[in-house]
């Protein structure tokens, strides 16, 4: 099986050949071709650098030991109810993902919910898939998140179209509840497989080995090593720091809330509800020289780490780049103008019965090309709910579709999210798919199910 990173230039390779057998669009050059990626790297910097840091982060919280005894203190405390950590976790990352967006800014839960769930006698993919289903099904069932349904909501109103705004929140609810308990309860029954009897694990015996020697099982399960109040203080600001990320992340003026204006730019001259990567960049770097400097660490130590924890991520920094170059070819060749021209004309003389199906269809193709959801909102959704509108139908269920149908980023190659978690958790992309596989389309059947029973009520 080729490589993660041979599979997306695999995709940009792919789209530039089909350039060339149709006429109407740029023919890629293999200069275009080759320079996608790097242009994928210049679009991302931001987020790849969040990557490194946080990387740096990590690496100096683990060299203080204060997770590994603490997460042995979960286990043990857990004591046979270790199975309820998923619904617990993946209801708080999908929590995040309907509301703000949360996606590439999780990668640092990985390695630790892994050595977690590996302490709990569960495997590398149910770690991974409660972050990953809790994302998806958020994001994908988004409800007030501002990379998604605000921009879509602008994007109608772009074109005079003034949405009904309770629809969009109703229905998003709709679908990122569904989506949350259906993977919520897969992942829970795999889990539990998982644990009595490893056998039933997708993962093969190599990437089983390599888990267990990248995140290790915790022994302090089973041994009393003192956890220490330098320990206790390092968590408290392990945990401090992941909650003022989220604090900072969510748009508060979008909802009314002003209450964070002005003194909360203090440490980077943004305040909170207008952080992003760069703005994490800071205060992750900021808290790793803390919490070195409070576990008595000396600065070259400190550096020292934190160059090695950049490395520990560099795999998933290259995924961001390469995905991204996608974008770029799809972009700089007009590609994907071409096939969203072709997409609305062919839905144009679809009958009304199907067309929430086949839009549904579309949008799952589309975001194969085109993964940001706000780009893709920016893109499509002025001339899809214009024409939903024409044939009768509410133009705001075509937000609903457009980001229910994001829930196949679970499942493609071209999804930055999904094959920097992958190269983070040590997990083969053909392993996720024989987990994630059967899940995809189980949502996405009901997606389609629900949203066309809804537009053929509201139609």
């Known amino acids: 099986m080729p490589t993660s990173y041979v599979i997306i230039f695999g995709v940009i390779v792919l789209i530039a050949i089909l350039t060339w057998f149709i006429p109407d669009i740029t023919h890629a050059t293999l200069g275009m071709t080759l320079m996608a990626p ?19 982060y990590l690496r100096i919280v683990n ?25 617990i976790i993946m209801f708080i990352i999908s929590l995040g993902g309907t509301s703000y967006g949360l996606s590439d800014e999780a990668l640092a839960i990985y390695p630790l919910l892994i050595s977690t769930m590996l302490a709990c006698g569960f495997d590398s993919v149910t770690a991974t898939a409660t972050i990953l289903c809790g994302i998806i099904s958020g994001v994908s069932g988004s409800t007030i998140n501002p990379f998604a349904t605000s921009v879509a909501i602008d994007a109608l109103r772009d074109v005079g179209i003034e949405p009904n705004q309770a629809i969009v929140l109703g229905m998003g609810t709709l679908v990122w509840l569904s989506s949350f308990a259906i993977s919520c309860i897969y992942t829970v029954r795999y889990a539990l497989k998982v644990k009595k009897n490893s056998a039933n694990s997708v993962l093969t015996s190599a990437e089983k080995e390599l888990a267990l020697k990248s995140f290790g099982k915790s022994d302090a399960k089973n041994q009393e090593i003192e956890f220490t109040s330098r320990m206790r203080r390092t968590l408290m600001l392990f945990a401090f720091s992941f909650v003022v990320m989220i604090v900072a992340l969510i748009p508060w003026a979008d909802y009314g809330i002003h209450i964070f204006e002005g003194w909360s730019s203090f440490l980077t001259g943004t305040p909170f509800g207008e952080w992003y990567f760069s703005e994490l960049c800071i205060w992750f770097l900021i808290l790793s020289f803390v919490i070195g400097y409070l576990n008595g660490l ?19 920094a290259l995924i961001v780049g390469l995905s991204r170059g996608v974008s770029a070819i799809m972009s700089n060749t007009g590609f994907d103008m071409y096939l969203l021209n072709a997409g609305t004309n062919a839905l144009q003389g679809v009958p009304s019965g199907l067309f929430s199906t086949l839009s549904y269809i579309f949008y799952s ?12 909102a920016s893109a499509t959704i002025p001339t899809m709910g214009s024409l939903a509108k024409s044939l009768g139908f509410a133009p705001e269920l075509m937000i609903t579709i457009y980001i229910a149908a994001h829930h196949i980023v679970g499942v493609i190659p071209t999804s930055g999210t999904v094959m920097s978690a992958l190269n983070v958790s040590k997990i083969e992309y053909t392993s996720w798919i024989k987990f994630y596989g059967k899940l995809f389309l189980i949502i996405s059947i009901v997606n389609m199910v629900l949203i066309g029973l809804i537009m053929g009520i509201t139609g």
Do not use: W
């Not at 060299?63 to 270790?82: D, F, P, S, Y």
């Not at 193709?365 to 893709?376: A, D, E, P």
């Open 38 to 56: 790097i242009e994928g790297f210049q679009n991302g910097v931001s987020v790849i650098l969040f990557i490194f840091i946080i990387g740096g």
């Open 298 to 316: 000396k600065e070259k130590q400190i550096i020292g780490l934190i160059v090695a924890g950049a490395g520990d991520l560099l795999g998933a």
């Open 63 to 87: 060299e203080t030991r204060a997770l590994e005894i603490g997460i042995g203190r979960i286990v043990k405390r857990m004591n046979g109810k270790e199975v309820l950590l998923i619904p």
């Open 365 to 376: 193709g589309f975001t194969f090309l085109i993964v940001s959801t706000s780009g893709l």
